[in-house]
């Protein structure tokens, strides 16, 4: 009989035990269980090669004195048989195969209604909206005067919501008509019509119209509370005019509402930020009191509030006298994934925000490097001494939660307890790319809308990992999105993303839909 004393790790703690050479890995299960209380069956033992086997010789280990294993697994019961009976997929029902299924159903293109559906699509991508519009009911007396008030307007936005209620129970593309014909009873525009066909229109102007009703209809519904609208997408501009020929002229202070915000493109507009800023400070002419006649005033703007979900429109469409169509401005204009828009807002606002965020910024790279070393742990163990090295990295990884905890602590008391209670707002100032609706083609009455989605990090993984078994992944791993060409859906690369800054009639970005980053 061979014993040596080894160390076994386990949830953070330290066992010594007394190992028998000669006998089977099992034996050694038990001497655990006893001493963690984690069944034999549960146990994950880490040694090289692999997992310890019940009937794995001991011997062939090569186990040294005092040697560091790790072992996984938690205590309490076994899994117990599901109560409710499996149901196998051909025998589910529509309904059930939607609500298991992971990939979402497209709309169908009706005639030139790409700029529809993509707006849609993109409109789903905030939750929130649909569970308030889920609460909006037209039978109560609230509605009904809205419906009244709004000319009927109310009647889109209830075809707004079941069309979402609905789109979650097919399996098949989605015939989006009711809507459809909903939206042009309200706004004639979108029922033109050229040589007998429905003409193409900007889904930019349907993406503000469908919200300016349902912002209506969900007030009037609700007078007390607050709507989706101004709670989460609506932010505040502090303004202030200036005139520029005249210092006599006082400056006229104010402030306005957006739901988006422009980014304005020129011949030397290269990125997102810049056609920020040149929206935000403009020359106009207006009428002069002080000089009776119109003069050159300066508008500048800076924000005050920041919503949960921040809009950004790509003025790419102009109209052109000549040829009485708008035209697409072509140039490329590249855009982040990640927005920072801190530098955009008034001092007051902006001293809030940039403290939690560079708190935010440093706890997402503890996160990110704490990620790469599990993935490190992961790929030594088949190598030569690997319960050893996975013994330090699991300490190195107790540390790194140690100190992820502790800035996690440091983020959450670094907001701003008035930004705090301000629910929909957002307290760090910087957006993750969420949603994108192209625009492929010269003019706004032509060409193909889509929209684009990101996959959340549970869909990418497992997108990158079906990738994998069928022998089509990429060398590097990027992020994933959806992709909405009407009724098609499909899975893309980043990159496919990225390429949409313009420069061309292929695929450009019209509208972003960022997400804030929250604490």
């Known amino acids: ?71 996984l697994g938690t205590a309490g019961d076994l899994p117990k048989e599901p109560a409710t009976k499996m149901t196998f997929v051909e025998d589910m029902t529509d309904q059930q195969l939607a609500q298991t299924s992971k990939t979402p159903i497209g709309l169908v293109n009706l005639g030139n209604t790409c700029y529809l559906n993509s707006t849609l699509q993109c409109l789903r991508l905030m ?37 979402y209620h609905d789109m979650k129970l097919q399996t098949n593309a989605y015939f989006p008509l009711p809507f459809l014909q909903t939206l042009r009873l309200v706004f004639p525009q979108f029922a033109e019509q050229e040589e007998g066909r429905y003409k193409q229109q900007d889904a930019e102007e349907a993406w503000s119209q469908i919200l300016s009703v349902v912002n209506a209809s969900l007030k009037q519904s609700s007078p007390t ?22 210092d006599v002229e006082p400056v006229v202070m104010g402030s306005e509402q957006f739901l988006k915000l422009d980014c304005h493109i020129t011949g030397e507009t290269n990125f997102l930020k810049n056609g920020l800023m040149a929206s935000l400070k403009e020359t106009i002419e207006k009428n002069s009191e002080v000089l009776g006649r119109n003069a050159q005033f300066q508008l500048e703007k800076k924000i005050t509030r920041l919503p949960k979900y921040l809009t950004v429109h790509f003025m790419r469409f102009y109209w052109r006298r000549d040829t009485g169509k708008k035209s697409k401005i072509l140039r490329k204009v590249t855009f982040p994934f990640e927005l920072d828009v801190s530098d955009l807002c008034e001092d007051e606002l902006r001293g809030k925000l940039i403290n939690v965020r560079d708190k935010v910024r440093e706890l997402r790279k503890a996160k990110e490097e704490n990620v790469r070393a599990a993935k490190r742990a ?6 030569d001494d690997v319960s050893e090295d996975v013994g330090a990295g699991a300490s190195a990884g107790e540390k790194k939660e140690d100190e992820i905890a502790k800035l996690q602590a440091e983020v959450e008391a670094a907001v701003d307890p008035g930004l705090k209670t301000d629910e929909g707002s957002s307290v ?16 706004a009455d032509s060409g193909h809308y889509q929209c684009w989605s990101k996959l959340d990090a549970a869909e990418s993984a497992s997108a990158a990992t079906e990738a994998r078994a069928m022998g089509t992944a990429a060398q590097k791993e990027e992020p994933k999105w959806w992709r909405f060409n009407d009724d098609k859906v499909s899975i893309v690369d980043q990159t496919k993303i990225e390429a949409m800054a313009g420069g061309g009639e292929s695929d450009s970005a019209l509208i972003l839909l960022y997400r804030s980053i929250e604490v």
């Open 1 to 71: 009989m061979t014993v040596i004393p080894i160390v076994i790790r386990h949830s953070g703690k330290k066992y010594d035990v007394e190992v028998d050479l000669d006998e089977p890995g099992e034996v050694l299960k038990f001497q655990l269980y006893s001493l963690t209380g984690v069944d034999p069956d549960r146990q994950k033992i880490l040694v090289k090669g692999g997992q310890l086997k019940n009937d794995t010789d001991l011997n062939t280990l090569g186990l040294k004195p005092n040697q560091t294993l790790m072992m």
């Open 127 to 163: 939750p929130e909206l649909s569970e308030e519009l889920n609460k909006f009911e037209t039978s109560t007396s609230g509605a009904v005067a809205a419906s009244i008030s709004l000319g009927g307007r109310s009647t889109l936005t209830k075809s707004l919501r079941d069309l």
């Open 225 to 246: 509370a607050q709507s989706f609208v101004d709670k989460y997408m609506t932010g505040t501009f502090s303004t202030s005019m200036k005139c520029l020929e005249s």
């Open 378 to 383: 992961r790929t030594i163990l088949a190598a």
């Open 428 to 443: 760090t100032g910087l957006y993750e790319l969420i949603g994108v609706i192209s625009h492929q083609g010269k003019s």
